[in-house]
């Protein structure tokens, strides 16, 4: 079983920066892929960013690409998501998640960011 806390968000003025952090527990987390995704008021889930659990290979959502950068620390557990030049329409609830393969299979319980214009 994998537990993962996010911290890290808040309320940020347009062209600012934030970094989310997610601190996982449990064995093993060097072999989970990690992606950070996130929910915006009246719509879907969306992927935002993920790295591989080896290489450290990593993809971005067309929306979050020159923006932000996602990367992990495994001797802490931990996987962050650095976000500048923050936009209103970034303001969502982001969630981190993990699994092995294809999937993922746990999920945090998300970390509120506003963005304020």
């Known amino acids: 079983q994998v537990q993962l806390v996010e911290s890290g968000g808040g309320l940020v003025q347009a062209g600012g920066s934030l970094r989310l952090s997610c601190a996982a527990s449990?064995?093993?987390?060097?072999?989970?892929?990690m992606g950070w995704f996130r929910r915006a008021p009246g719509k879907e889930r969306e992927f935002v960013a993920g790295?591989?659990?080896?290489?450290?290979?990593?993809a971005y959502a067309d929306s979050a690409k020159g923006r932000f950068t996602i990367s992990r620390d495994n001797a802490k557990n931990t996987v962050y998501l650095q976000m500048n030049s923050l936009k209103p329409e970034d303001t969502a609830v982001y969630y981190c998640?993990?699994?092995?393969?294809?999937?993922?299979?746990?999920w945090g319980q998300g970390t509120q960011v506003f963005v304020s214009s």
């Open positions: 449990g064995r093993a987390f060097s072999s989970y892929n």
């Open positions: 790295i591989r659990w080896r290489g450290g290979n990593t």
């Open positions: 998640a993990g699994g092995i393969g294809v999937s993922y299979d746990y």
